[in-house]
């Protein structure tokens, strides 16, 4: 099982960045995914989740209206466009499925925002 999660960077507040998550090793198609963040001193928390139809969509109240998370099935890939970045948004992102799996937790990317 293979979690690659890319696309992070440094940007200035109010820019966009789009995060992808490669997965390899599972039946991508069947899960539910997630992104999750973790800023330096705080815990892992939950951003953004789909169901595997895609049908449903859940946000954090903090990232609601700027954050809209996607999925290729077909490309075996999750998605993660962010808009409107605040300070408050930084942080490593990691994709898992949801529930998440212990193992399956990759090296996430950094998303840095600041002037």
């Known amino acids: 099982v293979q979690l690659v999660e890319s696309g992070g960077g440094l940007v200035q507040p109010g820019g966009s960045l789009r995060l992808s998550c490669a997965a390899s090793g599972f039946t991508f198609s069947r899960d539910a995914m997630s992104w999750y963040r973790q800023a330096p001193g705080k815990e892992r928390e939950l951003v953004a989740r789909?169901?595997?139809?895609?049908?449903?969509?859940y946000y954090v109240n903090s990232v609601k209206g700027r954050f809209t998370i996607s999925r290729d099935n077909a490309k075996n890939t999750l998605y993660l466009q962010m808009n409107s970045l605040k300070p408050e948004d930084t942080a490593v992102y990691y994709c898992?499925?949801?529930?998440?799996?212990?193992?399956?937790w990759g090296q996430g990317t950094q998303v840095t925002v600041s002037s």
């Open positions: 789909i169901t595997s139809s895609s049908s449903s969509i």
């Open positions: 898992n499925t949801q529930p998440p799996r212990y193992g399956y």
